[in-house]
């Protein structure tokens, strides 16, 4: 899918006079895109689970890869490691984009599966979406990846300096790397989602700043597969928290428009916010924002 092709998806009164999506837009709807087809790693997963759901009503063919068979009903589904070239070569056959959800989704992961799922599978699913012609990829980074910054006056851009808290962050720092380094070097289009917390709802009191609810991260990933933009960038995966301090602008020029917030659930949690992305600050090191 070539970006001319996505932009003549969407119809006129979604496109500004630059060809942008307007600005006025709800919740993306069936009539909003084409039957494009796409894969999703980690499909069996908590938030794969989700798109499983959702992208379908938004006129996506979903194919998932996991580890092991899907639960539930009959799908397009493909089983296998995203550190296994030939697997990803044939799941991503013919798919129109790729999201990237599968890996170790903990901030406690050792270095050696970091390295080899997070890291090194990252790299297979980019390398297996440019042998197969897949022109789009959006990656699920993470907070962590940028976890030992601490807040400023501001709020937070998503191009600040890459200071990974974990083992775990590192590998979404380097998730983030290989996104660029394809976008730059064999012209796929990638959008890196450096997720904050991405539940059903907010577990604690951090989360009221960096939740991201399940609507949201269905709008942030249907605007990273069509949006007009191309190249690489990352954007924060954040829903418009009042407690929010992370900026929506990467988010807003990508067509990102979070409407949920986390304060319905304030009177859950009591105490101060920490003062690091990642909750927790660097035991050596500056504190300095930026
Ligand atoms: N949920 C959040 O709050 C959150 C926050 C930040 C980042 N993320 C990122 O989003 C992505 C999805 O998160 P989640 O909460 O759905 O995690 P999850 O653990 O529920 O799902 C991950 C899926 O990846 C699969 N997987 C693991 N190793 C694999 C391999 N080698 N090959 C193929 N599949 C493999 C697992 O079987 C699992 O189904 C992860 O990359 C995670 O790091 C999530």
Redesign the pocket.
Known sequence: MTTGDRMAAMPENRRNASGAEAEDEGAPTASSTPSRSVLV?????????VLRGALPTLGWQVRT????EPAGAASDAVV????DLDTMRRASAGMDAVV???????PDAGWDEALE??IH?TRTVLEAARLERVERVVL?????AVGYQARGSDDLPADVRVRPDSF?GIS?AALEALGSFYADEYGLEVTALR?????ERPSDLRALAIW?SFPDFVRLTHAALVSPWSGFSTVW?VSRNTQRWWSLDAGERIGFHPEDDAEIYASDFTGDQPRHVGGTAPPYGADQAG
């Open positions: 790693t980690g499909g069996n997963g908590s938030l794969g689970r890869l996991d580890l092991g296998g490691s995203i550190t990237h959800l599968g890996g170790i989704a903990s799922v997070n599978g699920a980074s993470s907070n962590h775990y979404k997720i904050g917390q991405c539940q991201l995966g």
